[in-house]
């Protein structure tokens, strides 16, 4: 990644009337990566990243107050409630580590018949 100064010294100086070549010999770029920048200094470049957050359907914080408050919804009643589907909802729990397993106790098979099973076998 290059710097800005340097992005703007490479331009200046092919402005300045300099060749491609004798660009290419000072600044080690092709024609191509001249182009691409001084279109970028025109259009207002800084050399900063803009980090830009994508506008999400489901609100994380609202989500999680739902779940908190009401914590036997399924998940296609929270899919109506954020007016998404169902597996939009699974993806944006499951983002927020939360499960929406139950813990069910075990099921206990009867003494009497597993004792049976083991002498038949």
């Not at 009337?17 to 191509?32: R, Y």
């Not at 919804?73 to 499951?94: P, S």
Request: glycine share 4%; hydrophobic share 35%.
């Amino acid at each position: 990644m290059y710097s800005i100064d340097f992005i703007r010294r490479a331009v200046a100086y092919k402005d300045e009337g300099h060749t491609f070549t004798e660009l290419k010999n000072a600044f080690k770029i092709p024609p191509e990566t001249y182009y691409i920048w001084k279109e970028k200094l025109e259009n207002g470049y800084s050399g900063e990243k803009v980090f830009r957050e994508r506008k999400r359907k489901i609100d994380k914080a609202l989500l999680k107050q739902t779940i908190a408050e009401k914590p036997d919804l399924f998940l296609h009643e929270l899919a109506e409630m954020f007016d998404c589907t169902a597996q939009a909802v699974f993806y944006a729990l499951e983002k927020l580590d939360i499960t929406r397993k139950k813990n069910n106790a075990p099921i206990r098979k009867s003494l009497k018949s597993s004792v049976q099973n083991i002498r038949r076998g």
